[in-house]
């Protein structure tokens, strides 16, 4: 771009539009380690993951405290397996055109960016409209986070991640935005990447609970 000077008809160059020229710094575009927003959700992982594992440590103090036939307490039977299974499938899955779309962007692949990111949203909403319409009003039927500990630890633990992952479809939807934009490519799609990072992290530490809320009370 340059502007034309109104007396002088001597063209000036903007310093703050590149021209190419020889010699000239041209803009750069960090991604992965060497930027800044890596590290950032590198570090918002890092504490959310210590986060998560104080909240399953409370868990199991409470649950070796209460003795292993007194957990769940007594009149609340151990979770039911095949829902939480059936949303744990669909959870996982998520993670597969998450992680397409991560790589499809790095080939600069436009529609495999946005077909990946839309797979990964419905199938996490999925997994938490299952959760909030279908196994929350069938557990508070038997339970409330106001019965006991092992209550509130259920609900913490499963509301809990299910904020992360509602956080998620926020930024899905975000990123989707973006992407319809053109706003990523092969070079500068730190975007894309740092959302995979979150999603893998929300989908692994489901992984965690599944053993801790619905299949430790099994053994």
């Known amino acids: ?76 039977a151990p979770p039911e397996l095949t829902l ?38 419905l199938l996490g909403a999925t997994f938490l409209g299952l959760q909030l319409i279908v196994e929350y009003p069938k557990t508070l039927d038997l339970f409330t986070p106001r019965t006991n500990a092992y209550g509130s630890l259920f609900f913490t633990l499963t509301g809990f991640h299910g904020f992360h992952v509602l956080v998620g479809l926020a930024i899905s939807v975000f990123v989707q935005i973006r992407a319809w934009q053109g706003a990523f490519d092969r070079h500068r799609h730190l975007m894309v990447r740092n959302f995979a990072m979150y999603w893998h992290f929300v989908d692994a530490v489901w992984a965690l609970i599944l053993c801790t809320v619905y299949l430790s009370p099994r053994l």
């Open 1 to 76: 771009m340059a502007i034309t000077h109104a007396t002088s008809d001597v063209p000036e160059v903007d310093p703050l539009v590149p021209t190419g020229a020889p010699g000239e710094l041209l803009p750069g575009y960090a991604s992965g380690p060497d930027s800044f927003g890596f590290w950032g959700m590198l570090g918002l992982i890092t504490t959310e993951a210590l986060l998560f594992s104080s909240l399953i440590a409370s868990y199991f103090y409470l649950r070796f405290r209460a003795g292993p036939h007194h957990w769940p307490p007594a009149g609340i």
């Open 84 to 121: 939480p299974l059936i949303m744990t499938a669909i959870l996982w899955s998520s993670s597969i055109p998450v992680h397409l779309a991560d790589h499809a962007i790095r080939r600069g692949s436009q529609r495999g960016l946005r077909l990946g990111l839309l797979g990964g949203f």
